[in-house]
């Protein structure tokens, strides 16, 4: 059934690397990415073990949407140091786990998967029971322990099942006796940068033929062509660099007329009567209905329904109905996978600023966070200098100055938002330093954000 698959993936077995001295595992790997963050002047130190911080990447699906998210400690920890250690590997697993097991990740993510990447030497991990949900799958990563411990893995794998745990599988070099394993697994993901395309192809029509019929993910894409192969050989699921790379990228078209926004967000601004701004927006219908739809989403949380933009100005007042009109500027038309991983980035940025207002050293004005984070990607979305588009809008100057790049404090929410985005944790810890936020805040308002955008984009297609 597997012989196609194992003729890839079993024919040359890999040759173990000598592994580093057990004592040496966990300073290893805190000189690849340090769980403790020295504490600024006048802060007391913590002395317990600090979290890590955590970065994501997107999934697509073949409808290119967003249908997941991969969740790991960063782009330094997928050194081949970890693949040569089992031990190293451990504390590396343990070290992600346990930052991602209070957070309830799977309730946050609707009904998006949550990606995390473990060693075989990790399934006997006593955090696991934690992720045992609808959303999670563990993504295990084979090395020397499957080739040299069959019967372990098994056990491990059967204890998974008993813990309700799903799991898959990253392949990224020909490895023996996988066929059996491949067989239980609700995800197959295949490192395109390790196979030609023949290849990949009838990798991923035998395991779709195979007898447990896994979805086949087709990661670390590099290219908009790269992606156009794997969709063409009937891969599932596709992440990479190519999903934010933009090459070739051009403007989506928008039905909203972002003049129109643009000139009523000034009037706000400029203290314009409400029914003067009614009457504005009155003459353009498919911006009311869009505006009416945003504002009676859930991600808004009102109790009753708004019926009319007058009874919208009244109730909720003239910063939160800027910021729904402004989410108006980034409602496509048909887009492609970038511009929907675009629209879904510059929401997320803006929840996340948003609900970082008022902790550690971040200024208490949520609306002017959220307003930085949602016009910090505006040029990217409408292919315009970010000064050329900051000229058309009236904005508060500390909004402009953080948007500019001066140095303050709302700048310093701003360089978190987009750390989170950039998969190292060095950036991320630096950026939250300035902040004086530790890594537990900034995942778990990460999470909450992912949540609230999905929620709103959805709100958006209804």
Not at 147 to 162: C, I, K, P, S, Y
Not at 223 to 250: I, K
Not at 293 to 316: E, F, T, V, W
Request: aromatic fraction near 6%.
């Amino acid at each position: 059934m597997f012989k196609t698959i194992l003729r890839w993936l079993g024919l040359v077995p890999p040759v173990p690397a000598a592994a580093p001295a057990a004592e040496d595992a966990s300073e290893q790997l805190d000189a690849l990415a340090p769980l403790q963050v020295a504490p600024r002047a006048g802060v007391a130190a913590n002395t317990s073990r600090a979290a890590s911080f955590v970065c994501r990447e997107e999934l697509l699906d073949r409808s290119e949407q967003i249908a997941g998210y991969e969740f790991a400690l960063g782009r330094k920890l997928q050194s081949p140091m970890l693949e040569k250690s089992a031990k190293l590997r451990q504390v590396h697993d343990e070290a992600l786990l346990r930052n991602l097991s209070p957070l309830a990740v799977s309730s946050l993510l609707g009904d998006r998967f949550a990606f995390i990447r473990l060693s075989s030497a990790s399934l006997g991990s006593l955090l696991l029971p934690a992720f045992a949900n609808r959303n999670v799958i563990i993504m295990i990563t084979p090395a020397t322990a499957v080739e040299g411990d069959l019967a372990g893995v098994r056990t491990a794998l059967r204890r998974l099942q008993d813990l309700g745990v799903k799991h898959g599988w990253s392949l990224d070099r020909p490895l023996p006796g996988m066929g059996e394993f491949l067989e239980q697994a609700a995800l197959v993901e295949i490192d395109t940068t390790a196979f030609d395309g023949i290849q990949l192809k009838k990798m991923c029509v035998d395991l779709h033929a195979s007898k447990g019929k896994p979805r086949v993910i087709a990661g670390r894409i590099q290219t908009a062509d790269d992606f156009s192969l794997c969709y063409q050989s009937g891969f599932d699921y596709f992440m990479g660099p190519f999903v934010c790379s933009r090459e070739n990228w051009h403007p989506p078209k928008s039905e909203v007329n972002r003049l129109l926004v643009f000139e009523v967000l000034n009037m706000i601004r400029s203290g314009a009567d409400f029914g003067v701004i009614a009457d504005r927006l009155r003459n353009d219908p498919i911006l009311t209905y869009k505006l009416l739809r945003y504002i009676n989403s859930p991600g808004i949380g009102m109790l009753r329904r708004i019926d009319k933009i007058p009874q919208a100005l009244l109730i909720l007042g003239r910063d939160q109905f800027s910021r729904w009109l402004s989410l108006l500027l980034f409602d496509l038309n048909q887009p492609g996978y970038i511009g929907r991983v675009l629209n879904e980035n510059a929401l997320t940025r803006a929840r996340f600023m948003e609900r970082l207002a008022g902790r550690g050293r971040l200024p208490q004005e949520a609306d002017k966070l959220f307003m930085i984070g949602l016009f910090s990607l505006l040029d990217v979305m409408m292919k315009q200098p970010l000064t050329a588009i900051l000229q058309q809008i009236s904005l508060p100057d500390d909004v402009v100055s953080a948007l500019q790049g001066e140095p303050g404090a709302m700048r310093d929410a701003l360089a978190l938002a987009m750390a989170v985005e950039s998969k190292a944790p060095e950036e991320i810890a630096a950026a939250a330093l300035l902040c004086a936020l530790d890594a537990q805040q900034v995942t778990a308002v990460m999470l909450e954000a992912l949540d609230w955008a999905q929620t709103v984009v959805g709100a958006g297609k209804s």
